[in-house]
């Protein structure tokens, strides 16, 4: 009877421990955007949910999303990386979440992003070379090789739109035929910032 309820306790204790690292994985999983209240962490403008979206969550489950990799870039240099149970940016292809560690990037000054990074996020180097090809330019990297990357913003694609915000969601001539290819720059268009004048106007009424 004793050695029964010894193994009884010994099974409660395995599943209990079971349960717990679940759910431990479960808090960095992940989450959806919701483009009605998600506001990136770093530039306080609209997360859109397309491609270029990120996240991270905190050891301590505080979830934080950004509009754009460069900004999540600059949220761990603000606030380091111990403290991070997990990170991750969107496959360019099909938006799938994929750990920041395991994706491949390309980058290019002239590839146009929310924030003007010019870094696109793929599930694998496959499809990160096959983007480059179409595109013509464009350089391959790993999230390693991002630790040494300058991080610098195009300036010329930071205020496309006229406008004078100076966020770069929208189109210039010089980087037409790149959007087209890929549809590059339709989630940043000028209803964006439309949508967010809109809903500062009818707050100040």
């Known amino acids: 009877m004793e050695k029964m309820n010894k193994r009884w306790i010994l099974a409660m204790v395995l599943l209990l421990g079971t349960v717990m690292l679940t759910a431990c994985g479960q808090k960095y ?6 483009e009605d209240v998600d506001i990136c962490a770093i530039c306080n ?16 489950g505080k979830n934080f999303k950004f509009d754009d990799l460069g900004c999540m870039n600059e949220w761990k ?16 292809n099909d938006k799938e979440w994929i750990e920041f560690n395991k994706a491949t990037y390309v980058y290019d000054p002239s590839l146009r992003t929310p924030m003007a990074y ?4 793929f599930k ?4 990160a070379e096959a983007f480059v090809a179409e595109q013509g330019v464009g350089k391959v990297m790993t999230a390693d090789e991002l630790a040494s990357h ?3 913003q195009n300036m010329d694609n930071m205020n496309m739109d006229g406008d004078g915000d100076g966020h770069g969601h929208g189109h210039d001539e010089g980087g037409t035929d ?18 967010g004048e809109s809903k500062e106007g009818s707050g100040s009424h």
């Open 29 to 34: 999983a992940a989450v959806p955007i919701n």
């Open 45 to 60: 403008m609209q997360v859109k949910d397309d491609a270029f979206a990120t996240q991270l969550t905190t050891k301590d």
């Open 77 to 92: 240099k603000e606030n380091g990386t111990d403290n991070i149970g997990m990170d991750y940016v969107r496959d360019y």
């Open 118 to 121: 010019g870094i696109v996020n």
């Open 124 to 127: 694998d180097k496959a499809s």
């Open 150 to 152: 300058d991080w610098t």
């Open 178 to 195: 790149q959007g087209s290819k890929h549809n590059m720059g339709e989630d940043m268009s000028k209803d964006m910032h439309q949508e």
